[in-house]
Nanobody
Framework: QVQLVESGGGLVQTGGSLRLSCIGS?????????MGWYRQAPGKDRDMVAR???????SYADSVKGRFTISRDNATGTVYLQMSSLKPEDTAVYYC?????????????WGRGTQVTVSS
């Protein structure tokens, strides 16, 4: 079964840290895909938090620059998100996403999400 499984979410106080993990299984395609983290708060759109290519190029939302770090293990198709100096506005469901072009067409796979709650 092809899937992305997130873990590491939870409840943390303002200023605290969490490390999210996302592992792809069921297909080697995750090892050759760009991977990223997105988040969705209640009543809001799902927005990109951070993204990393297979070559290690990273991009971040302005709101998390300097606080979050994305990394990946290409051998296992795992992507991590180290979150520090967390704020209540970081509270959301965090989703892992893998994407690439296959035969010129976009291929996208989403995980089911993990809840992150930051208390004030």
């Amino acid at each position: 079964q092809v899937q992305l499984v997130e873990s590491g979410g939870g409840l943390v106080q303002t200023g605290g840290s969490l490390r999210l993990s996302c592992i792809g299984s069921g297909s080697s395609i995750f090892t050759t895909s760009a991977m990223g983290w997105y988040r969705q708060a209640p009543g809001k759109d799902r927005d990109m938090v951070a993204r990393i290519t297979t070559g290690g190029t990273t991009s971040y939302a302005d709101s998390v620059k300097g606080r979050f770090t994305i990394s990946r293990d290409n051998a296992t198709g795992t992507v991590y998100l180290q979150m520090s100096s967390l704020k209540p506005e970081d509270t959301a469901v965090y989703y892992c996403k893998a994407d690439k072009l296959r035969n010129g067409l976009p291929w996208v796979w989403w995980g089911r999400g993990t809840q992150v709650t930051v208390s004030s």
